[in-house]
């Protein structure tokens, strides 16, 4: 895929419906690890600013008590 985006690859084959692209795109196991790899890290980032953000909210029982 090299970080082209299936809709763009859709549009440039010509395809009328996604699931035609979708019929013919094989995605190496790598790139579904990149993906894993890419999610896994932004949601790691998310929890860790939520959390902070409860801490500094005084939410967390026993803060700020």
Same mark, same amino acid.
């Given at each position: 895929?090299?970080?082209?985006? #299936?809709?763009?690859? *859709? %549009?440039?084959?010509? =395809? *009328?419906? #996604?699931?035609?692209?979708?019929? +013919?795109? =094989?995605?190496?196991?790598? =790139? *579904?690890?990149?993906?894993? %790899? ?8 998310? #929890?860790?600013?939520? +959390? ?14």
């Amino acid at each position: 895929m090299a970080g082209v985006d #299936l809709t763009t690859v *859709k %549009e440039l084959l010509g =395809h *009328k419906s #996604l699931t035609m692209t979708l019929r +013919y795109a =094989h995605l190496a196991p790598s =790139h *579904k690890a990149r993906a894993v %790899e890419i999610l896994d890290n932004a949601l790691s980032i998310n #929890l860790s600013a939520n +959390y902070t953000k409860t801490i500094q909210s005084g939410m967390v029982r026993g803060v700020g008590s």
